[in-house]
Nanobody, 123 residues
């Protein structure tokens, strides 16, 4: 089973930046689209961004122009560069696989959800 370990979160002021990393075990990483997800207190986990096998990227509207997802297949790592952070970006961020479904991009579980990394945007 693939293990996913997220890191890079922290406390940042509005307008600040963070770079999240997710390291995945196993060769399955390179043959799957990968996604970053987040879960705010009292809310369901939601998709934030996807990077396909070929490197194409997809973002949800609230983060477009501020977040950048990328991947390094040699390192089995996916990144999320977050700029101009807003208080509404506060959440626990997770990574996992992603796949296109009839309703749009959604999660493809490559492994159990990791512990995630907490991002708190506050002054």
């Amino acid at each position: 089973q693939v293990q996913l370990v997220e890191s890079g979160g922290g406390l940042v002021q509005p307008g600040g930046s963070l770079r999240l990393s997710c390291v995945a075990s196993g060769r399955i990483f390179s043959i799957n689209a990968m996604g970053w997800y987040r879960q705010a207190p009292g809310k369901q986990r939601e998709l934030v961004a996807v990077v396909t096998i070929s490197g194409d990227t997809i973002y949800v509207d609230p983060v477009k122009g501020r977040f950048t997802i990328s991947r390094d297949n040699a390192k089995n790592t996916v990144y999320l560069q977050m700029n101009n952070l807003k208080p509404e970006d506060t959440a626990v961020y997770y990574c996992n696989g992603a796949e296109w479904k009839t309703t749009g991009w959604g999660v493809r579980l490559l492994g159990s959800w990791g512990q995630g990394t907490q991002v708190t945007v506050s002054s």
